[in-house]
């Protein structure tokens, strides 16, 4: 099992994610998908290929390499490729596919987690059932206005061989980055 690194989240999914698991995380590019990202690839010592923003500390600046680059420097424990819209949008959906599927597959085969980001209404709903069809995990993160108060929700929405909850877990996002909350809005 790889740690989500995100408080409370482990115990939600069963303890972590399955080692040699795709795991997409699906949002805005507000509702903390990069936190969401981070907090993986630091909690599990991996790597963070950036290839579509300002690289912060930690991250490895990946735009432009080849497909083949990009697997190349995918390596150790866990990896997450900020973002899998870039990769659909430049160079196709089957470029997107060859990247979760052919030329990941021997990092995870050895067990590597690949976590990538994909960003809500970028995508025609196709593109977007081809990647989670790939998937073994898919993790959408929501934030809605609701008079003052933003709601933000996290919901598994898929889990390769686990039952998956039949709710929304409420999450804060922190100076740290997202941790699970204890208590949910009430209507």
Do not use: W
């Amino acid at each position: 099992m790889k740690a989500s690194g995100v408080p409370g989240l482990d115990p939600v999914i069963g303890g972590g994610y399955l080692a040699g698991s795709r795991i997409i995380m699906v949002g805005s590019p507000l509702s903390g998908l990069d936190a969401l990202a981070a907090q993986f690839a630091t909690a599990n010592a991996g790597i963070y290929l950036m290839l579509d923003e300002e690289v912060r500390d930690g991250m490895i600046p990946a735009a432009g390499l080849s497909i083949e680059d990009l697997a190349h420097d995918i390596r150790g424990d866990a990896a997450v490729i900020d973002s899998l819209s870039t990769i659909i949008l430049d160079r196709g959906i089957a470029q997107a596919l060859r990247l979760l599927t052919i030329a990941t597959a021997a990092f995870r085969n050895d067990g590597g987690c690949l976590l990538c980001t994909l960003y809500e209404d970028l995508h025609t709903p196709y593109e977007e059932a081809l990647i989670f069809r790939q998937a073994d995990i898919v993790i959408r993160l929501t934030a809605d206005l609701h008079q003052s108060q933003i709601e933000r929700r996290l919901q598994i929405m898929k889990y390769r061989g686990m039952r998956i909850p039949d709710r929304t877990v409420p999450f804060v996002i922190t100076g740290e980055g997202i941790e699970l909350s204890t208590t949910s809005r009430v209507v």
